[in-house]
């Protein structure tokens, strides 16, 4: 039967299109016709003014020859930079900047993951941040101001309408603040997924408590994650003092649990989880230098 079909070319050229075909319909438009496919995106905005020259500043600097900006749906992918991208993300983006060469980490899902002061300091000098950092700095940008009559022509070649204001503010705005606007806006159409890890409970002591060393190992975690943002010591810079005894703003102090819980958790303004990257006894360790650096002060 099968050897007879081979002989007919015209015949056989019929049932193979058909074939290819159903493959096709299953495989491809189906899923296209699906819901579940489309996610709406509730939270999609058009970018405003400032975001959008930001933007045309990423294109010129070349940014994404070493950064790129789409999360595929890999496991491995998910863990590192948060919930893969949706197509629809890049509904306002002309052109899309997903990239190909990953010098640097993905920047899909950037926005929202550090506070403002931290781009501005990072862009000044990456390596102060990462000793070992390839990416050039960035901190000339800052004395440059933005021509909002060039991004108004980009604007008019995208047909975005932004009105006489959006635009004339931009001459008060330097590029780098501009670029840092862009950085926060990215990828915040998709809601972040809670760090999936369960704190400890805000009265739990720290088990650490009483080992002399505790301290000392968590200096040395410190110094690798958290003097970036919180300084020499715990003394504050980007981020609050840990010093003091005023925590999340709100005078008086909180229980070990609690301290645990922020650094495993993060919080929603700008404290990063470390749940995923340092284990349980580095976390303690963490919060027993806390309190030692709180004892020195007093
Ligand atoms: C030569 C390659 C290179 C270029 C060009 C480059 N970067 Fe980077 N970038 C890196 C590397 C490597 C890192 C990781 C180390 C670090 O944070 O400095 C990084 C980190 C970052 C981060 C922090 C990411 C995170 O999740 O912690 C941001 C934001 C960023 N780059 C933005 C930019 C922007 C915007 C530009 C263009 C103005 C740019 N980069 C140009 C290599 C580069
Ligand atoms: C990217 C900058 C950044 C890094 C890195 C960072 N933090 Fe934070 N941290 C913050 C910010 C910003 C806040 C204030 C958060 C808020 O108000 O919700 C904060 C708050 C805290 C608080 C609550 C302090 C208070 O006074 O309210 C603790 C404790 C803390 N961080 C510990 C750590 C530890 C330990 C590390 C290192 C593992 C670390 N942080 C790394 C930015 C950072």
Redesign the pocket.
Known sequence: MAGELYRKPIMFAIVATVVILIGTIVTMFYPMFTEGMHPKLENLRPYTALQLAGKD??MR???N???TQTVRPLKTEVMRYGEYSKAGEFAYDRPFLWGSKR?????AR?GG??PDAW?YQ??EN??A??A?????K?GW?KDRKLDPADSESHMKVNGFPYTAEDIGGLAAKSELDA?VA??QVIGTAVAKKAAPVAAAAAEERNPLEGDEKAHERGEVVYKQHCDACHGDDGKGGIGPSLTDTTWLNKEGDIGDGRIYEIIANGTPNGMPPYANQLDKDKIWSLVSYIRHEQHKNK
């Open positions: 500043i990423y600097e070349g940014c020859n070493c950064h010098t640097g980490p993905d920047l950037i993951k550090y781009h990072h862009f990456p390596q941040f990462f070992q950092s390839n990416m050039p960035y940008l670029l862009y950085m």
